[in-house]
């Protein structure tokens, strides 16, 4: 039997998932959650062998949340199931721990076969994804700028570009002031801009901003 989470902050999305995995007898959901933060009381409460969870949440990005699951459930599976397109997010969540992505509007059948694939300890890798890792193989000068970026300095532009302040961010992430400041310089440099306001047009020009 395969143990499974929902996080999404939609109900009807988490009651519709509930429902039809319901007609697999060999998943079972344990539990649902919100927000990111009941993912985490999730996950500490329930033995859960995949998760399957948004990115866009009201109290923290999925970027954060996933970062803490790594931490906290290090053999667990996280899978992506989010309504950006693939080649907004999906790149980067694989390379900072995510076992798969798929997009909400693919066919319901693909999240089982995923779930049972993440189950084994294994990524999913879907078709769409497989194109854009096999279009960037060794051509990363190729890339586009926010692809480059650590895990770290991506969590901090992604909040730089939705307007949060230093010291908001540093308290988010448990970060000293010094240290944001540190990786917005390195994330600015990388990304050749030069201003809070060229974050929030580059985030919203490239679909990175709900």
């Known amino acids: 039997m395969i143990t499974v989470g929902i996080v999404d902050d939609h109900a009807i999305v988490r009651s ?26 999730l996950v500490r409460k329930e033995q859960i ?8 949440m009201p109290d ?14 290090p053999d667990m599976g996280v899978l992506i199931l989010s309504g950006y397109p693939e080649e907004h997010y999906a790149v980067n969540l694989i390379r900072q721990g995510a076992s ?17 694939v993440i189950s084994l300890g294994k990524r999913y890798i879907s078709p769409g994804v497989a194109d854009l890792l096999a279009q960037r193989l060794g051509k990363e000068d190729e890339s586009l700028p926010h692809e480059q970026l650590s895990e770290r300095e991506f969590q901090v532009f992604l909040k730089l570009a939705k307007g949060r302040t230093a010291g908001a961010i540093a308290e988010e992430l448990s970060l000293s002031v010094k240290t944001v400041s540190t990786y917005r310089t390195r994330l600015m440099t990388k990304m050749a801009l030069n201003s809070n306001s060229d974050l929030t047009y580059y985030a919203l020009k490239n679909g990175l901003l709900d």
Do not use: T
């Open 16 to 41: 519709g998932l509930r429902q039809f995995l319901a007609e697999h007898v060999d998943i079972r959901v344990v539990g649902e959650a919100a927000s990111g933060r009941a993912a985490i009381d």
């Open 49 to 56: 062998d995949v998760l399957i969870m948004d990115i866009a």
């Open 100 to 116: 798969g992505y798929l997009n909400k509007e693919c066919d319901p059948a693909e999240i089982v076969e995923a779930i049972r």
């Open 60 to 73: 923290q990005n999925g970027l954060d949340v996933l970062a803490m699951l790594r931490a906290k459930a």
